[in-house]
């Protein structure tokens, strides 16, 4: 009879890996940048050697592409779970959506992918497929009627205008001034809406 171990399933162990890399790369991404994420400073930053690194994401590309996707579904799922609220509160998350970790990450893949021919085409999927997924979550969250005139650019216009918070938040702590911007935003996104 052999003895019972509290060793963890070998297939959980390589999820967790998964994950703390997923999670380790965009923090770097957003911290250090393209040119300072690396697999051995993301692999670093995870607490896994640099070829449990490769065996999971085989080029640097694989890593930041998947670790940008990944954050992106979570943040997705989060805005999903949102309980049912005034368009004020929306709008507010949706911004958030673009003044975070995931943000600067992802503005970072975008200029990386702007230079590497290799990286441009896997970003632009990427951005397409998570921007598809944002319009309709907000569509929902804000209860948009899109068959009505100008529904669908006023969502649009919105998430348009939460990038631009986003950017501007990139260089300096804008939270004040952006404070002011939500409310007025949620106060024409509630009227074009209605």
Same mark, same amino acid.
């Given at each position: @009879?052999?003895?019972?171990?509290?060793?963890?399933?070998?297939?959980?162990? $390589?999820?967790?890996?998964?994950?703390?890399?997923?999670?380790?790369? /965009?923090?770097?991404?957003?911290? &250090?940048?393209? *040119?300072? $994420?690396?697999?051995?400073? =993301?692999?670093? &930053?995870?607490?896994? $050697?640099?070829? !449990?690194?490769? &065996? &999971?994401?085989?080029?640097?590309?694989?890593?930041?592409?998947?670790? /940008?996707?990944?954050?992106?579904?979570?943040?997705?799922? !989060?805005?999903?779970?949102?309980?049912?609220?005034?368009?004020?509160? /929306? =709008? *507010? !998350?949706?911004?958030?959506?673009?003044?975070?970790?995931?943000?600067?990450?992802?503005?970072?893949?975008?200029?990386?992918? $702007?230079?590497? !021919?290799?990286?441009?085409?896997?970003?632009?999927?990427?951005? *397409?497929?998570?921007? +598809?997924?944002?319009?309709?979550?907000?569509?929902?969250?804000?209860?948009?009627?899109?068959?009505?005139?100008?529904?669908?650019?006023?969502?649009?216009?919105?998430?348009? @205008?939460? +990038?631009?918070?986003?950017?501007?938040?990139?260089?300096?702590?804008?939270?004040? +001034?952006?404070?002011?911007?939500?409310?007025?935003?949620?106060?024409? /996104?509630?009227?074009?809406?209605?």
């Amino acid at each position: @009879m052999t003895p019972p171990t509290d060793r963890t399933p070998k297939q959980d162990r $390589s999820r967790a890996t998964r994950q703390r890399l997923l999670e380790a790369a /965009v923090a770097c991404l957003a911290e &250090h940048g393209w *040119a300072g $994420s690396t697999v051995s400073v =993301v692999a670093e &930053h995870a607490g896994v $050697s640099r070829g !449990a690194a490769q &065996h &999971h994401f085989p080029t640097r590309e694989d890593l930041f592409t998947a670790a /940008v996707e990944y954050v992106a579904e979570e943040r997705s799922a !989060a805005l999903r779970a949102l309980p049912v609220q005034g368009r004020t509160a /929306v =709008v *507010a !998350a949706l911004v958030d959506l673009y003044t975070g970790p995931l943000f600067r990450a992802a503005l970072q893949l975008w200029v990386a992918a $702007s230079n590497e !021919a290799q990286l441009r085409p896997r970003v632009t999927e990427l951005e *397409a497929r998570v921007g +598809r997924e944002t319009h309709r979550i907000a569509v929902e969250l804000l209860a948009a009627d899109e068959t009505k005139p100008g529904a669908r650019e006023t969502v649009q216009g919105l998430l348009d @205008m939460a +990038r631009g918070l986003g950017l501007a938040n990139v260089l300096t702590d804008d939270t004040a +001034r952006r404070q002011r911007v939500v409310a007025q935003w949620a106060a024409l /996104v509630d009227d074009a809406l209605d």
